[in-house]
């Protein structure tokens, strides 16, 4: 296994249809376009305190490749650059192998250890919300993801090169969920985010601010309406 620990720094933006979707691809022009099929499993005590100190804990399943995921609470620096909002989090990552993958699903093996193993540091905030509290299964949603690009968009800031990542998300009481993120280097985000603010506007798409993933997974675990 092979680990990986840094910061998590991404444009996401919510929009309300496949068809919005469709249409910042078709705005975006051509590039290489892949999707993927993601299960994502989540692992959290009872009382859920990882949740609560703004730690998500996830294995995912994508096409049959497993991928141990850490990430912890957004960072208080945050830009919002018209049509886009950029998030920072801390993140720890580790491929692993498909039989420790299923042995972690089966309770066989402990999530958090495996990926302290692979990752080798990284950990110490969600360790300590964890403390000696047992770690479990507490649910998946699924994520249909599209990755588009490389691509060159045109902004006030000139022309980047970027990867869009268009998802489809059916989170637990039937509810699906569109947006558009675009990972990013720090260095490049102001240019990065006047080209994605362009593109949606010659893509006649709005869209809106969301939560992340996890945050919203747990609201509808817990019964919360994830929309309005």
Do not use: C, Y
């Not at 990882?50 to 208080?76: Q, V």
């Amino acid at each position: 296994m092979a680990g990986s620990s840094g910061v998590e720094t991404e444009f996401k933006r919510r929009v309300d249809s496949e068809r919005d979707l469709e249409a910042v691809a078709a705005a975006a022009g051509d590039g290489p376009r892949a999707t993927a099929r993601q299960e994502n499993h989540f692992f959290d005590t009872a009382d859920r305190v990882l949740a609560a100190a703004g730690w998500a804990l996830r294995l995912r399943d994508e096409d049959g490749r497993f991928f141990l995921t850490a990430k912890g609470p957004k960072g208080a620096a945050r830009t919002d650059v018209g049509a886009v909002e950029l998030a920072a989090r801390p993140e720890v990552e580790a491929e692993v192998p498909a039989e420790l993958a299923r042995a972690i699903l089966d309770g066989r093996a402990a999530p958090l250890a495996a990926l302290s193993e692979a990752a080798g540091g990284g950990l110490d905030g969600l360790l300590a919300a964890v403390g000696d509290a047992p770690l479990s299964h507490v649910g998946s949603f699924r994520n249909r993801r599209t990755r588009l690009g490389p691509v060159a968009l045109e902004g006030e800031g000139g022309t980047v090169e970027v990867v869009l990542e268009l998802d489809r998300t059916e989170f637990p009481g039937d509810v699906v969920h569109w947006e558009v993120e675009v990972e990013v280097d720090p260095d490049r985000a102001p240019a990065v985010g006047a080209a994605l603010e362009a593109l949606f506007r010659r893509a006649g798409v709005s869209g809106r601010s969301a939560p992340s993933k996890a945050k919203r997974f747990f609201r509808a675990l817990a019964g919360e309406a994830l929309d309005g």
